[in-house]
């Protein structure tokens, strides 16, 4: 059973503070890796993508990728009480014929707090 | 900006009873999804269809379940015989390509009493 694991939280940060998410996976032979944001009752929002180990970043969000251990990360900077949501990660896996699919990890509630 | 755009926003229905759940799709996307998530717990992949076939199914997706792509716009899950348990919001999402993002929209809150 391939798997995404993250910590529930709350994670609760002040705001202006860097918020720092974590996930790890099971499929060593993933290679597609997402970050959205639930508000509650909502529908998951894509935030950013990776592909590549290394850093990502778009405006206040930065994503991070290391393979090797298995690892991604989502760090948020100038935290907003607006960020706070459920981040949930996500990885694609392949089935037979290229075919894939979404598998999301639990998220991880964060409260930004004025 | 395309959206995906889910009807209704909120289902009630009665154990037993059949509930079709309703979504359109970007215009020009290839692939579609649906997947659920219940109260408090993950959003679960339920099912993948493409050139107007699944091609992927997860444990969850029994005979009591079903999809179509009845015209060019619409694609549909049909449950047959709710139960108490297929509670939950349901997500429909697209993509153009079998490598792009998937994109969610916004639900059907499905409540069975």
């Known amino acids: 059973q391939k798997e995404v694991e993250q910590n529930s939280g709350p994670l609760s940060v002040p705001e202006g503070a860097i918020a720092s998410l974590n996930c790890t996976y099971s499929d060593r032979g993933s290679q597609s890796f997402f970050w959205y944001r639930q508000y509650s009752g909502k529908s998951p929002e894509l935030i950013m993508s990776?592909?590549?180990?290394g850093d990502k970043e778009d405006g206040r969000f930065t994503a991070q990728l290391n393979k090797a251990s298995q690892y991604v990360s989502l760090l948020i900077r100038d935290s907003q009480p607006s960020d706070s949501a459920t981040y949930l990660c996500a990885v694609i896996l392949f089935f037979s014929g290229g075919y894939n699919k979404l598998i999301f990890g639990a998220g991880t509630r964060l409260a930004v707090h004025p | 900006e395309p959206e995906v755009t889910q009807t209704p926003s909120h289902q009630v229905t009665q154990m037993g009873q059949e509930v079709i759940l309703r979504c359109v799709p970007i215009?020009?996307?290839?692939?579609f999804y649906w997947y659920r998530q219940i109260l408090g717990q993950k959003v679960e992949f339920l099912v993948s269809?493409?050139?107007?076939?699944?091609?992927?199914k997860s444990e969850i997706f029994d005979d009591q379940f079903s999809v179509e792509r009845p015209d060019g716009s619409n694609f549909t899950l049909k449950i047959r015989s709710t139960k108490l348990e297929d509670s939950a919001m349901y997500f429909c999402?697209?993509?153009?390509?079998?490598?792009?993002?998937?994109?969610f929209g916004p639900g059907t809150r499905l409540t069975v009493l």
């Open positions: 999402a697209s993509k153009l390509g079998l490598t792009d993002t998937q994109y």
């Open positions: 215009s020009n996307h290839l692939y």
């Open positions: 269809f493409y050139n107007n076939e699944i091609s992927e």
């Open positions: 990776i592909y590549s180990n």
